[in-house]
């Protein structure tokens, strides 16, 4: 792109930012990464979906670091980290970006917890071998490839945005708030306007916008589908039968490609579930981490403050 777009400023966009006091950010791999650090305990790694940013954590990061060293990243060219080079938006570059971050910070995650996306780049990790977490959680993860003629035009699709460079001014300068809202209400999740209010500060942010569709333009789902066999720590796929954006054929479709893998069908709660209510899925990851080893003894029921489970 002639003239780099604008990105979020942490000064401006994150002067409230969600959890703002365990923010710091960090030079590694050639980035300026945006990090919260929360905690003490086994480390647990959240690595979040396309579009969004560490405030998709806002609600589960407390409540997660009263037991654990928390690190979640705002994935490159997303939030307020940095992009990476088009040459490194494969999925597997991401993998090696984010395990520079953890180099960097000195920090073997226990668990590593991805929603959508950001499932697709633990697992990639884990196949890679750069990490080797006693455990990995997909939250409505984006573990296999669309079907059918979508699966081949989805990515390209997103490619041809990506290098246009009025594409992310153009989303931006249409991102008002029933828009926004909308979009949000497709993932079958309520959030509250909080929520919303977050998202649309990012995608007000042309530089955002092209971190989101320069991470979709250079992944290739079908490959990691294929490698989800060679997966060697334990899988717990968690899913929504509300999720409208990845249904839970799709979850049902990778734990039937990885060997062991825990299948965890939820009711409600949409495609943002962590969102809508992160108490319910901070219960089910420290009650899975005990299940797994991870911590020691019960699992104390969080303090509610985000809706029914």
Same mark, same amino acid.
């Given at each position: 792109?002639?003239?780099?777009?604008?990105?979020?400023?942490?000064?401006?966009?994150?002067?409230d930012?969600?959890?703002?006091?365990?923010?710091?950010?960090?030079?590694?791999?050639?980035?300026?990464?945006?990090?919260?650090?929360?905690?003490?305990?086994?480390?647990?790694?959240?690595?979040?979906?396309?579009?969004a940013?560490?405030?998709?954590?806002?609600?589960?990061?407390?409540?997660?670091?009263?037991?654990?060293?928390?690190?979640?990243?705002?994935?490159?060219?997303?939030?307020?980290?940095?992009?990476?080079?088009?040459?490194?938006?494969?999925?597997g570059?991401?993998a090696?970006?984010?395990?520079?971050?953890?180099?960097?910070?000195?920090?073997?995650?226990?668990?590593?917890?991805?929603?959508?996306?950001?499932?697709?780049? !633990?697992? @990639?990790? &884990?196949?890679?071998?750069?990490?080797?977490?006693? #455990?990995?959680?997909s939250?409505? %993860?984006? +573990? *296999?490839?669309?079907?059918?003629?979508?699966?081949?035009?989805?990515?390209?699709?997103?490619?041809?945005?990506?290098v246009?460079?009025?594409?992310p001014?153009?989303?931006?300068?249409?991102?008002?708030?029933?828009?926004?809202?909308?979009?949000?209400?497709?993932?079958?999740?309520?959030?509250?306007?909080?929520?919303?209010?977050?998202?649309l500060?990012?995608?007000?942010?042309?530089?955002?916008?092209?971190?989101?569709?320069?991470?979709?333009?250079?992944?290739?789902?079908?490959?990691?589908?294929?490698?989800?066999?060679?997966?060697?720590?334990?899988?717990?796929?968690?899913?929504?039968?509300?999720d409208?954006?990845?249904?839970?054929e799709? !979850?049902? @479709?990778? &734990?039937?490609?990885?060997?062991?893998?825990?299948? #965890?069908v939820?009711?409600?709660? %949409?495609? +943002? *579930?962590?969102?809508?209510?992160?108490?319910?899925?901070?219960?089910?990851?420290?009650?899975?981490?005990?299940?797994?080893?991870?911590?020691?003894?019960?699992?104390?029921?969080?303090?509610?403050?985000?809706?029914?489970s």
């Open positions: 792109m002639l003239f780099p777009p604008e990105r979020p400023d942490w000064e401006r966009d994150g002067r930012w969600p959890n703002r006091e365990h923010s710091r950010f960090v030079a590694a791999g050639g980035l300026r990464w945006h990090v919260q650090l929360a905690g003490e305990g086994p480390a647990v790694l959240l690595l979040h979906g396309t579009g940013s560490t405030h998709t954590w806002r609600d589960m990061l407390p409540l997660l670091a009263r037991e654990m060293t928390v690190i979640a990243p705002d994935l490159p060219g997303q939030g307020f980290s940095e992009p990476l080079p088009f040459h490194r938006l494969t999925l570059g991401m090696a970006a984010m395990a520079d971050l953890l180099r960097r910070l000195e920090v073997a995650p226990a668990m590593i917890v991805g929603h959508s996306a950001g499932a697709a780049i !633990a697992v @990639r990790m &884990a196949l890679d071998g750069r990490v080797r977490p006693d #455990l990995l959680v939250l409505n %993860g984006a +573990l *296999v490839g669309f079907d059918g003629v979508a699966g081949h035009l989805f990515p390209s699709l997103a490619k041809l945005l990506f246009n460079p009025l594409t001014r153009l989303f931006a300068m249409r991102a008002e708030e029933p828009r926004v809202r909308r979009m949000l209400a497709e993932t079958g999740s309520t959030i509250g306007a909080r929520g919303e209010e977050l998202y500060r990012l995608f007000r942010k042309p530089g955002h916008v092209a971190g989101a569709l320069g991470m979709m333009a250079g992944w290739d789902l079908h490959g990691l589908e294929r490698a989800l066999p060679g997966l060697r720590c334990p899988l717990t796929l968690v899913t929504t039968r509300d409208r954006m990845i249904p839970p799709k !979850a049902r @479709r990778a &734990a039937g490609r990885v060997p062991g893998a825990t299948l #965890l939820r009711e409600s709660g %949409g495609h +943002l *579930v962590h969102e809508e209510r992160p108490e319910a899925i901070v219960t089910l990851l420290l009650e899975t981490a005990r299940e797994t080893g991870i911590l020691p003894g019960e699992t104390a029921p969080p303090v509610a403050n985000g809706g029914p």
